[in-house]
């Protein structure tokens, strides 16, 4: 199922063991090889300037009122995990980030995504279009299969298709 990225962020995780809420995931670590969420940094509901980890595979459920994981144990010190090191220094982020074509038109900027629960891999990127290009003010929806390249500075995606014409068919007698 996916779920659109504000619906992740700023959620209780909440312990299966006591039935309580034991802190707060609060933003995604999100992999750019790859769009996959691999954690999220959290606060400690015991110490609030504590700042935690929690790791998407320690995830047992999202359930509308946040996450439920086994216990407070599986939160994790950010040095404990090494193989996220990397990725914290990198501190990649989607939202804001500018979209654009192989053949560099621009399209907009990411303002939101959606994420498959089950894989926690971004299936889908929102992209809020100039008033210009969209008089309507929506956004484009991109699926990561359409992504050709994730830099530092932008998103490339493969050239947008263009309606061509229409012709009448003429009837060949």
Known sequence: MLQLSQKLMNRPIISLRTGTSVGTALMPIIDPNNLKIEAFYCTDRFDKKLQLLLLYQDIREVIPQGFLVNDHEV????NDVVRLHGLMK???GL???????????????????AVEIETMYIQKLYVGQSLLKNLSGGSLSVDRSQIYEITS???IINDLLREAPLKAAIPVN
């Open 75 to 78: 939160l994790a010190a950010p």
């Open 90 to 92: 990198l501190n990649f």
């Open 95 to 113: 939202i804001g980030k500018p979209v654009v074509t192989i053949s560099k038109n621009k399209v907009g900027k990411v303002n939101d995504f």
């Open 153 to 155: 500075r932008s998103i």
